[in-house]
C-alpha cells in the first residue's frame, strides 16, 4: 500500500468537526478512510470522580498523551493497525471498548490540539480548519454538554469561560492562519452535504488513484 494521505481537521469545541467527519465519510467508501481522534488520548488517572471531573480543565494540551498519539498515527501511516481503549468523559462505571484502527488510503486526524502538537503537525498532508462565531460554538457546546454528556449549565459555563475560551485562543486559532482550508459553519450543517465538504471529498478521492 503507498504511503496514506492524511488529513488532519481541527477547529474549536463546538465548531462541528464530528459532522465533518461524517459528510466525509459518507463521500467516501468505508475501506478508503480511517477516523482517527485525539479524544481517545487523554492521559491515564487524569480524574478520578465525577466532583473532581467537573472543574478539570480537558482545555490543555498537557492532558493530551501526545507522545502515544503520534507514534499509533506514524504506525498508521506505515501500513499497521492499532488499537486503543475507548475514553469515556463522564461515566466512571461504563466499560470502555478496545477501537481498532486500520490503515487507509485516507486517515483523517480530528482534535483540537492536532496543530499545535508538533509530532502531529508534521505528520499531515493537509490541514482543514473549521470556523465558527464564538456565540455559536457557545450554543453548541452547552447543546451538546446537558443532551450527551448531562453537565449541569453552571459546571458548562465555568469550563467554557476558564478553560475553552482561553484555549482556543492560546492553542487554537493561532494556528488558522496555517490550515490550508477553512471550512466556515457558522449557519450549521443541514442535512445536504455543503459544497466545502463536497469539494474536499472529491479532492481525496483523486488520492486514491
Wanted: glycine residues 6%; proline residues 5%.
Amino acid at each position: 500500500m503507498k504511503t496514506p494521505y492524511v488529513v488532519g481537521i481541527s477547529g474549536g469545541s463546538g465548531s462541528g468537526k464530528t459532522r465533518v467527519l461524517s459528510w466525509l465519510q459518507g463521500l467516501l467508501s468505508p475501506d478508503t478512510i480511517c477516523l482517527f481522534s485525539q479524544d481517545n488520548y487523554y492521559r491515564d488517572g487524569i480524574t478520578s470522580s465525577l466532583e473532581e471531573m467537573r472543574r478539570f480543565n480537558f482545555d490543555d494540551p498537557d492532558v493530551i498523551d501526545v507522545e502515544a498519539f503520534a507514534k499509533d498515527l506514524s504506525l498508521l501511516k506505515k501500513g499497521l493497525s492499532i488499537q486503543r481503549q475507548e475514553y469515556h468523559f463522564n461515566d466512571f462505571t461504563r466499560e470502555s471498548s478496545m477501537l481498532e484502527y486500520h490503515p487507509a488510503p485516507v486517515i483523517v486526524v480530528e482534535g483540537i490540539f492536532i496543530f499545535h502538537y508538533p509530532e502531529i503537525r508534521e505528520q499531515l498532508d493537509l490541514k482543514v480548519f473549521v470556523e465558527v462565531k464564538e456565540h455559536l460554538k457557545f450554543q453548541r457546546r452547552i447543546a451538546r454538554d446537558t443532551s450527551e454528556r448531562g453537565y449541569l449549565l453552571e459546571d458548562i459555563l465555568y469550563k467554557y469561560t476558564h478553560h475553552v475560551a482561553p484555549a482556543y485562543e492560546k492553542y487554537i486559532e493561532p494556528y488558522r492562519h496555517a490550515a490550508d482550508v477553512i471550512i466556515p459553519n457558522n449557519h450549521s450543517f443541514e442535512e445536504e452535504c455543503p459544497p466545502a465538504i463536497q469539494v474536499l471529498g472529491t479532492y481525496l478521492k483523486t488520492k486514491l488513484i
